[in-house]
T-cell receptor, first 115, second 111 residues
Framework: GAVVSQHPSRVICKSGTSVKIECRSLDFQATTMFWYRQFPKQSLMLMATSNEGSKATYEQGVEKDKFLINHASLTLSTLTVTSAHPEDSSFYIC???????????FGSGTRLTVV | QKEVEQNSGPLSVPEGAIASLNCTYSDRVSQSFFWYRQYSGKSPELIMSIYSNGDKEDGRFTAQLNKASQYVSLLIRDSQPSDSATYLCAAGSFGNEKLTFGTGTRLTIIP
């Protein structure tokens, strides 16, 4: 089945630094990737949608200059949290949609802790 | 605004019984519906997808869709302790790739 690899699974960083999270579709081409954030005991909140080779579309209230998304190829999308602050601590999850696979495949998630 | 509503629970079901999870959606143009299972600290995994009115069965799971009532459900037969998780309902529209997720129902199977 379709597999999406997400790294790192867990990261702790200091306030003010930047963190990059990678999301790779291993066995299919992902035309669209989605980035979600999930706070404890809450549902998934869509942050942005990215299509290969074009700029990401951000949801209302999500700062595009803070959460940089790059979807340079059909198998790789990255999310960079810039100048991270403790309130950015959350569970970040990517999801990929491909033309040849049914449904949306989620990555394993990244637990970000900003200290 | 598109909304997907779920009872947050917790829903407690004895082992071996049928667990029934419900979901309603507000956007009438929604065409695709998904049930995801999420264990604590893990990412969601797809359980079922359904696109047409009626029932769809896969092993111990049955998804039911009623577009007239804008209602989706998931039945889990012969519930096992390993089914204890949060179940997320999601709806999507053809032509719009974004999914709208409900807040999830926490299910606990009691041994």
């Amino acid at each position: 089945g379709a597999v999406v690899s997400q790294h790192p699974s867990r990261v702790i960083c200091k306030s003010g630094t930047s963190v990059k999270i990678e999301c790779r579709s291993l066995d299919f081409q992902a035309t669209t990737m989605f980035w979600y954030r999930q706070f404890p005991k809450q549902s998934l909140m869509l942050m942005a949608t990215s299509n290969e080779g074009s700029k990401a579309t951000y949801e209302q209230g999500v700062e595009k200059d803070k959460f940089l998304i790059n979807h340079a190829s059909l198998t790789l999308s990255t999310l960079t949290v810039t100048s991270a602050h403790p309130e950015d601590s959350s569970f970040y999850i990517c999801s990929a949609l491909g033309t040849a696979v049914a449904g949306y495949t989620f990555g394993s998630g990244t637990r970000l802790t900003v200290v | 605004q598109k909304e997907v509503e779920q009872n947050s629970g917790p829903l407690s079901v004895p082992e071996g019984a049928i667990a029934s999870l419900n979901c309603t959606y507000s956007d009438r143009v929604s065409q695709s519906f998904f049930w995801y299972r999420q264990y604590s600290g893990k990412s969601p995994e797809l359980i079922m997808s359904i696109y047409s009115n009626g029932d769809k069965e896969d092993g111990r799971f049955t998804a039911q869709l009623n577009k007239a009532s804008q209602y989706v459900s998931l039945l889990i037969r012969d519930s096992q302790p390993s089914d204890s998780a949060t179940y997320l309902c999601a709806a999507g529209s053809f032509g719009n790739e974004k999914l709208t997720f409900g807040t999830g129902t926490r299910l606990t199977i009691i041994p």
